[in-house]
């Protein structure tokens, strides 16, 4: 469905996004992950046509976003991370404007705005003006717009940045149903890294406009070793001792604990207590977040709120 090569994107001596190839399959939810600045809204504008490379090359759903800019527009769907509907005018009649801007026939207008708001559980409240709408039921009415033209492809920017947890899952329910409803491709950017692991099929995480990791969520967790044990133990050599264990990956030391990657925790734990005498014991599986930790050196959670404490203030 989307096709790049080479993409390249320079600011002067800037270069926002370096050499990025990528494919992207028909029907999938793939997750751009990065920190601020790490060129992933500068990827969707250029793959939307909002912005133009500087070298490279890019088709969505066939078609080139340089040489065929309408076509690729007629094909996509945007949610930008800043609000755009219009707060006086009611839900309806903000699709209803979509509908005319994206040229959707007019015996069809109703009947596709009924199918989106249905779809995004807002049939209930389309005649309230927007501005009585929460955060959350704002996003959900740009999804139903994006939709309108029924699009192939999907961009979902940050949909949820700034959502309360509820309203933040009530979005994971109805971005599933829309790729199960409308077979639709969706590019997803996000710095919640449960919700990539929730929604997208495939992960790519971007470093200085570059693709640095790409994998199914499970891959890409799977890549750090397994489980992690943390240990606190006084047995001598206790860090020697469990390194000659069949099951145990790798022995680090990190503020008095002993921290032990494994296959399987649940399993490993009491064996390894058959071997040394903790004094406390945790284990947890490993998450994207660390992935990207490990992978990037920066914690995208961090990035993400202080991203955020910033643009608020700016409208503060």
């Known amino acids: 469905m989307i096709k790049i090569r080479n993409l390249v994107k320079k600011y002067g001596n800037l270069t926002a996004v370096d050499n990025l190839t990528l494919d992207i399959n028909e029907n999938e939810v ?186 199914t969520p499970t891959g890409l967790k799977a890549g750090l070793g397994g489980d992690i044990i943390r240990i606190k133990t006084k047995t001598p050599n206790a860090g020697k001792m469990v390194a000659q264990l069949d099951f145990v990956h790798k022995v680090e030391q990190s503020d008095g604990f002993l921290v032990l990657s494994v296959k399987d925790a649940k399993k490993a734990l009491p064996m390894l207590l058959q071997h040394v005498e903790a004094e406390s014991a945790e284990f947890a599986s490993p998450t994207l977040n660390d992935v990207f930790i490990q992978i990037t050196g920066r914690n995208i959670k961090e990035q993400a709120e202080g991203g955020f404490m910033e643009r608020y203030a700016k409208y503060d």
């Open 30 to 215: 793939f997750g751009l992950l990065g920190s601020n600045g790490a060129g992933k809204t500068t990827t969707i504008h250029m793959l939307a046509t909002l912005l133009r490379p500087t070298s490279g090359s890019a088709t969505v759903n066939g078609y080139d976003i340089v040489s065929q800019s309408a076509k690729v527009r007629a094909s996509i769907g945007i949610v930008f991370q800043a609000p755009s509907s219009d707060d006086m005018l009611t839900g309806y009649e903000n699709l209803q404007l979509h509908s005319m801007l994206y040229s959707v026939p007019r015996h069809a207008r109703r009947q596709r705005i009924d199918e989106v708001l249905e779809l995004v559980g807002l049939t209930d409240r389309k005649h309230d003006q927007v501005k009585t709408y929460s955060g959350g039921m704002r996003r959900r009415l740009e999804i139903a717009r994006g939709l309108l033209h029924k699009p192939k492809v999907m961009f979902l920017d940050e949909p949820t940045l700034g959502l309360d947890p509820a309203s933040r899952e009530t979005m994971w329910k109805y971005v599933k149903r829309l790729v199960e409803e409308e077979k639709v491709t969706i590019i997803l950017t996000t710095h919640y890294m449960e919700e990539a692991d929730m929604l997208c099929d495939r992960v790519g995480i971007i470093d200085k406009g570059r693709i640095v990791a790409l994998d």
